[in-house]
């Protein structure tokens, strides 16, 4: 499962950012964090952060050794500064965290 990330899947819709960019989302819970989901036939798990100044993210845990870098997320094109990816094959109860390299 090492190195496997989608990064054509998202749970954001275009009003999601308009509403995240202005302060706005209320319901930012529901879009960021881990969330268990279906793409494409595939079971895993969605993941979303904000991390603005962040140069690499990537999602680490028990499934890829706590390796950085084993699982990147990728930044979303419309400058929000919220990373994200799909792993597929991740479970509920499945230990992980964030590893995140700042810019500065």
């Known amino acids: 499962?090492?190195?496997?990330?989608?990064?054509?899947?998202?749970?954001?819709?275009?009003?999601?950012?308009y509403l995240f960019k202005q302060g706005n989302h209320f319901r930012i819970y529901d879009k960021l964090g881990c969330h268990l989901m279906e793409a494409d036939g595939e079971r895993g798990a969605y993941f979303a952060v904000?991390?603005?100044?962040a140069e690499r993210v990537s999602v680490i845990g028990d499934f890829n050794g706590w390796r950085?870098?084993?699982?990147?997320?990728?930044?979303?094109?419309?400058?929000?500064?919220?990373?994200?990816?799909f792993i597929?094959?991740?479970?509920?109860g499945d230990l992980y965290k964030y590893h995140i390299e700042s810019k500065f």
């Not at 499962?1 to 950012?17: E, L, N, P």
């Not at 870098?69 to 990816?85: K, M, V, Y």
């Not at 597929?88 to 509920?92: A, E, Q, S, V, Y």
Request: no cysteine; hydrophobic share 35%.
């Open 1 to 17: 499962m090492a190195g496997t990330v989608r990064h054509d899947v998202s749970r954001f819709t275009d009003y999601d950012i």
């Open 68 to 85: 950085p870098g084993a699982h990147p997320l990728a930044p979303r094109w419309d400058g929000s500064g919220i990373w994200e990816g």
């Open 50 to 53: 904000w991390a603005p100044n």
């Open 88 to 92: 597929p094959g991740l479970r509920k």
